[in-house]
């Protein structure tokens, strides 16, 4: 009896723990769809503005007379010594491998940076990496935890005007982010993005191609002051978003998957109680038949 009772027990955590994974599974379903629309519509942004850069950089190269014209952070520095590495890891778990992923990009490039010789400042966002790089006793240079699974444009933007300020001044060479890439439902990707300098834009192959007449009002110089740094905003703000949709993501297939776990360790109890509850009733049947044969 005390076996089946504790059966019982177990039955009764596994229900609550069910329950509970169903309703996260549930709330983070309707986090995806909602950071989901907001990445898809930054994604065309981005994807348009960066092949306007492009564009325009690659027409002013051909065009004679201002191949001078250009912006300070499409220029690569001539030595990379001081370095930053933006890391993006999630403030709650529960999410599967999300956060061990970015974290095992991070440490490859940090070993790289080691090799290299390079100043590096490390800031990260998000408690997760925060603690991780603590135990591992890793400097951090700069902590966010701000950053939710809604990261407005404002508090992405600000962020963006310190490092353009430090990449015209000099006092930074490279900016890396360490995410996680949306790509698909199926398939988000950990990786190590160079924003800074610029370089290649996505469309810039294309724009090698293209002959196309521009005339620039005001002059192309103010043109780029203004574009170039909203374009490398946008790519920010795009691995912020990205990010807030691959943790979800991350998030509703662990518990998705604890759910089903939980629903068959269920069922293996329900098995498990009705054999020891079947063992119990036949050593009863079998004590009432003694006791009966007994008096006889």
């Known amino acids: 009896m005390a076996k089946a009772r504790a ?16 309703t996260m599974e549930l709330v983070a379903t309707a986090r995806f769809k909602k950071a989901m629309d907001r990445a898809t519509e930054a994604a065309a942004y981005t994807r348009k503005i960066s092949e306007i850069v492009a564009d325009l950089s690659a027409t002013l190269a051909n065009v004679s007379g201002q191949t001078g014209i250009t912006h300070p952070l499409l220029v690569p520095h001539p030595a990379e010594k001081n370095a930053t590495l933006l890391v993006l890891t999630s ?14 990009v991070t440490q490859q490039r940090l070993r790289e940076v080691d090799r290299a010789a390079t100043n590096l400042r490390l800031e990260v966002s998000g408690k997760r990496g925060i603690n991780f790089f603590r135990f591992q006793k ?36 490279r900016l890396d982010v360490a995410y996680m890439k949306f790509e698909s439902m199926s398939r988000q ?38 574009i170039v740094p909203a374009s490398f905003k946008a790519r920010l703000f795009k691995c912020f978003l990205d990010a807030a949709v691959s943790e979800q993501i991350s998030r509703m297939v662990a518990m998705k998957s ?8 269920i069922s293996t109890l329900k098995a498990s109680y009705n ?4 063992s119990q009733i036949t050593s009863e049947l079998s004590e009432i038949i003694g006791g009966a044969a007994a008096l006889e």
């Open 189 to 226: 990707r950990a990786i190590v993005e160079t924003l800074l300098p610029i370089g290649q834009l996505p469309g810039a192959e294309s724009a090698k191609g293209r002959q196309v007449d521009y005339e620039f009002l005001p002059s192309p110089q103010e043109i780029l002051e203004e």
């Open 275 to 278: 054999r020891a509850r079947q």
């Open 258 to 265: 604890a759910t089903e776990n939980a629903g068959e360790m």
């Open 138 to 173: 890793q400097p951090v240079d700069v902590a966010y935890t701000k950053f939710e699974d809604k990261p407005t444009f404002g508090e992405v933007e600000a962020l963006a005007n310190g490092f353009i300020e430090a990449y015209i001044a000099g006092t930074l060479d």
């Open 91 to 104: 403030n709650r778990g529960l999410c599967g491998g999300y956060n061990a992923g970015i974290l095992r």
């Open 7 to 22: 059966i019982v027990k177990r039955l009764k955590a596994v229900r609550n723990i069910r329950k509970i994974t169903r």
